[in-house]
């Protein structure tokens, strides 16, 4: 079984940063794209930014140029740095990540974290 568990939200003013992270722990042989979701209340889940194997990246229009998402390949860890936080901005946010669990595996599947809250407010 895998498992991502997110952390790094809270609340921040207008304007401020926050860093999150995603880190992957289980059965995992490789891990392919890894990305961030967010969903505020009474929305539906949106795509924020990914990223791939090669480190390709691309990220939603309203995010672009304020978030920036990496990954730590060794560690199995992806992160989200947001800048310029703004209202709209406030939601849960999920890590989602593509692995094979084995040399063996005939798939890999997509995970999903349980999410962590980031409210901007002044």
């Known amino acids: 079984q895998v498992q991502l568990v997110e952390s790094g939200g809270g609340l921040v003013q207008p304007g401020g940063s926050l860093r999150l992270s995603c880190a992957a722990s289980?059965?995992?042989?490789?891990?392919?794209?890894m990305g961030w979701y967010r969903q505020a209340p009474g929305k539906e889940r949106e795509l924020v930014a990914t990223i791939a194997s090669d480190s390709t990246t691309t990220y939603a229009d309203s995010v672009k140029g304020r978030f920036t998402i990496s990954r730590d390949n060794a560690n199995n860890t992806v992160y989200l740095q947001m800048n310029s936080l703004k209202p709209d901005d406030t939601a849960v946010y999920y890590c989602n990540a593509k692995i094979k669990g084995s040399r063996s595996s005939y798939y890999s599947y997509y995970y999903w974290g349980q999410g962590t809250q980031v409210t901007v407010s002044s």
């Open positions: 289980g059965r995992i042989f490789s891990i392919n794209s």
